[in-house]
């Protein structure tokens, strides 16, 4: 990442994430539930550096595990509320997911599985996981405080 506090202010202040330790401006270890650390951000290589040009290496996405729908609500509700746009939000039949970019432009995928009862199967019993649109209207209501409303640039 480019720019340790722009990164904090997505990873704890948007998508909640509590910051376990902070070493000055280079490194920042932040945590759900706990844990000592489940994403490690630093600029010990890329201080002020720009981000990967398309179409080049690098990681596609990085996702994030929601333990229920209403969080996974409540996520999107502080997307919305901090102006981050979606690029996309699907069901994918075992999973309902958001995808979105970080401040460095890193792919990020939040997302919760659905209880594995009610995944998708064909008639011999192999998954037959889907793409389709989700209904982001429907996941918003969920949220501790629905009030938030989806507009026409929300999704990208």
Do not use: C, K
Not at 19 to 43: C, D, E, K, P
Not at 69 to 76: F, G, K, N, S
């Amino acid at each position: 990442m480019a720019d340790l506090d722009r990164a904090l202010a997505f990873y704890r202040d948007v998508l909640g994430f509590t910051v376990t330790q902070r070493m000055g401006n280079s490194a920042a270890f932040l945590s759900a539930g706990g844990y000592h650390h489940h994403i490690a951000l630093n600029t010990w290589e890329s201080l002020r550096g720009a981000a990967p040009a398309h179409g080049t290496t690098g990681l596609y996405h990085l996702a994030i595990l929601y333990p229920t729908r209403a969080e996974l609500a409540d996520a999107l509700r502080r997307l919305l509320r901090a102006g981050i746009s979606l690029e996309g939000a699907a069901d994918h039949g075992v999973s309902h997911a958001l995808y979105l970019r970080d401040p460095d432009n890193n792919g990020v995928e939040l997302y919760w599985d659905l209880p594995t009862e009610q995944w998708p199967r064909t008639p011999t019993g192999d998954l037959a996981m889907v793409t389709l649109p989700l209904d982001l209207h429907a996941l918003l209501a969920e949220a501790d405080a629905p009030e938030t409303t989806l507009g026409p640039a929300d999704l990208a």
